[in-house]
């Protein structure tokens, strides 16, 4: 019986397996920030413990720093706080710290892959729960609690349940300006905000396989959306010369070996799945979130369920999204003015996804009842963007590039929506006051909220490109 | 480290029949800036039971003195959303020691273990029967019995068994943790590095 690639990386970190217990399971790399470190490192003192491998350990600041002036001291004073903290607790257990202004910070899931320290056939963990991001690479990653945050610190293992294998197939042609961001929006809301809950899952078909490895981070990243444990995607020659020649990939000899190893990363023809799920691309909208948790979510030019749609028991709670939403059954979308737009976050903050957003906003002017904000994942993203010439097409359009972070996407920074305003945003959740208190939330990809932000209004991005080829 | 000892408890409860109720309700991420575990109790559910002008909404079940106790019951897909620790220490600190509902969202389940906070999976059935006897008599008791794996609502005596991962179990009542357990194996994880 052939093995899944879940399986195969699982079983070749595996320390110790005993019935009854959970796995103990090896860390490749642990990715640390300020938010949910502290308390990790506290409990390290409080039992007299080191960092078992610190050279094995990455930690940057990027949940609570300010997204502009990052070279002026950061003005709240509890931000400031944590991010003191974890350039303390770094140089006092001897961890690289990507903080405010070294050329490596950045969101923690975006400078993995673009360090070429997220690799094919690793483990990575970190305390946030996107890190599912780096299975793009054919890795198993998952987000841990801070309690595990210590428990790797103190031993590089984890103790880990297996999960069962989910394989979800898209095959077929994506419709012209539907992409990565709308693939895995559709598959939540086909499979709810909890389908995946226990399973890693691999996903498979033509069309995953016909994405950039930025998309493919897309799509993994939300796989912790639909209550999977992880996301993962078989590496392949997209995958291979994505990590060829980045900082920390290996090289020379080192590299040779390690293509080899990961060529015989795949699941098996005759690999067993717990459950297998495949959809059409050609059915994929550009999609939009109109509720409160991210399985929420319609093609762009549909309309809100209405609650008599729903079981007896679920329209208590379909009303209250509703009712935070200030939408009405059977509204549509489509039209509804906005009041900002926000593109970036680990989901879509990468180069590409500029990219795509300053070709399409080029020679346009956003609408004037909209705040606009591009925030790149890392230093190394708002660089490159800038050598490109892509700041300098984003001001044009009243689009200002601001400096990286997770910023609205959690507004734990100054960056927050305010109360009542809706955002249309390229981030991954849109929960109550997740961009800030009462602030309502529109997932969408980069594309659609460039559009929108044109207009000023939520709009299907097709509309612009049946006038222009684009994309 | 020693953690609490957890066998048995028998105490009201109180009731929050929402489903999909999120990590960001439980504990709004700006109250996430804390470096220590402790003081996020009084945050806990904070944009539920305060308005902007932070005064108690007297509509809030946790804000109605009729209802107490140390099990909270909550609806369907609890704790679904971010992998914030803090939300199970707030529900520890506000003095939680254990949480009912009919499904609970994975990393949640795995950090309330991780906290000496016991997540109670049971049926939907149940889950209805508990609530109906809460709003019956606010004061109603459950019995949560982590060795024999029980739960029952003891005024009428109907209970249910329910899962516990048998390793979760033994730190829980035994009151160790999981770090205690992998630095035993510490050759083993020598081993494995020089094997790789
Ligand atoms: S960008 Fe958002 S989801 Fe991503 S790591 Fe930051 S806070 Fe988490």
């Not at chain 1, 693939?183 to 396989?209: F, H, M, P, W």
């Not at chain 1, 809100?304 to 999204?321: C, D, H, I, L, M």
């Not at chain 2, 559910?45 to 305060?50: A, E, I, L, S, V």
Request: glycine fraction near 8%.
């Amino acid at each position: 019986m052939g093995q899944t690639l879940f399986d195969k990386i699982w079983d070749a970190h595996v320390v110790s397996s005993n019935e009854g217990f959970p796995d103990i399971l090896y860390i490749d790399t642990h990715f640390i920030h300020e938010v949910t470190s502290p308390q990790a490192f506290d409990g390290l003192r409080q039992r007299g413990l080191p960092v078992f491998r610190p050279k094995q350990t990455v930690a940057t600041a990027d949940h609570n720093v300010p997204t502009w002036n990052q070279h002026l001291p950061i003005k709240e004073e509890l931000s400031r706080y944590q991010v003191d903290m974890l350039t303390k607790n770094c140089a006092e257990f001897g961890i690289e710290l990507y903080g405010l202004g070294h050329p490596f910070q950045g969101i923690v899931h975006v400078i993995g892959p673009e360090l070429g320290i997220t690799r094919p056939g690793g483990t990575y963990v970190c305390g946030d729960s996107h890190t599912s991001t780096h299975g793009a690479f054919g890795a198993i990653a998952f987000g841990i609690g801070t309690s595990q945050v210590e428990q790797v610190m103190a031993t590089q293992c984890l103790l880990q349940q297996r999960p069962k294998r989910m394989k979800i197939e898209v095959n077929g042609k994506l419709q012209k300006g539907v992409g990565a961001k709308d693939i895995i929006l559709y598959i939540i809301a086909q499979i709810s905000a909890a389908g995946g809950t226990g399973y890693a899952v691999e996903y498979a078909g033509d069309t995953i396989r016909s994405l950039s490895m930025e998309g493919r981070m897309t799509i993994c990243n939300m796989s912790i959306e639909m209550g999977a444990r992880c996301g993962l995607i078989a590496p392949d020659e997209t995958t291979i010369n994505y990590v060829k020649g980045r900082e920390f990939a290996p090289k020379g000899e080192e590299w040779d070996k390690a293509v080899a190893y990961w060529k015989t990363l795949y699941s098996d023809d005759d690999a067993a799945f717990d459950s297998v799920l495949s959809f059409r691309a050609e059915d994929i909208e550009p999609m939009i979130t109109y509720g409160t948790n991210p399985g929420m979510g319609i093609g762009v030019t549909q309309h809100v369920p209405e609650t008599a749609s729903f079981e007896a028991k679920e329209q208590g709670s379909y009303k209250k999204a509703l009712e935070y939403m200030g939408l009405h059954d059977d509204e549509q979308l489509l039209g509804k003015p906005i009041d900002y737009v926000f593109i970036g976050s680990c989901t879509n903050s990468r180069i590409e996804d500029l990219r795509q957003v300053a070709e399409f906003v080029k020679g346009k002017h956003k609408a004037d009842n909209v705040t606009v904000w591009v925030v790149p994942g890392s230093k190394q993203v708002q660089e490159q963007a800038i050598r490109e010439g892509l700041d300098k097409v984003f001001d044009a359009a009243g689009f200002p590039l601001r400096e990286p972070g997770c910023s609205a996407c959690l507004g734990m920074n100054e960056d927050k929506i305010p109360a009542g305003k809706y955002c249309v945003s390229t981030s991954n959740r849109n929960f109550e006051g997740r961009q800030g208190p009462n602030s309502r939330t529109f997932l969408a990809s980069p594309l659609t909220a460039a559009a929108s932000a044109i207009t000023g209004k939520v709009t299907d991005i097709r509309e612009f490109l049946k006038e222009k080829e684009l994309v | 480290m020693a953690t609490k000892i957890f066998k048995h408890i028998q105490t009201s409860v109180v009731p929050l029949p929402i489903e999909n109720i999120d990590t960001d309700q439980i504990i709004p991420a700006r109250f996430l800036k804390a470096t220590t575990r402790e003081g996020f109790g009084n945050n806990l559910f904070r944009d539920w039971r305060f308005d902007g002008n932070d005064n108690p909404k007297a509509d809030f079940v946790l804000n109605n003195p009729n209802f107490g106790g140390k099990i909270l019951v909550a609806g369907k897909n609890f704790g679904c959303g971010s992998s914030r620790e803090h939300a199970a220490w707030a529900r520890a600190d506000y003095g939680f020691d254990a949480v009912v509902s009919s499904f609970f969202a994975d990393i949640f389940k795995g950090n309330a273990l991780n906290n000496g906070l016991l997540p109670v999976q049971v049926s939907e059935d149940f889950l209805k029967k508990i609530f109906d006897a809460v709003f019956a008599d606010e004061h109603a008791v459950i019995e949560i019995d982590l060795v024999d794996q029980f739960i029952k609502i003891v005024a009428t005596g109907e209970q249910e068994s329910f899962e516990v991962n048998p390793y979760k179990k033994a730190c829980m009542t035994n009151g160790y943790d999981d770090i205690d357990y992998i630095l035993s194996k510490k050759e083993l994880i020598t081993e494995f590095e020089t094997s790789k």
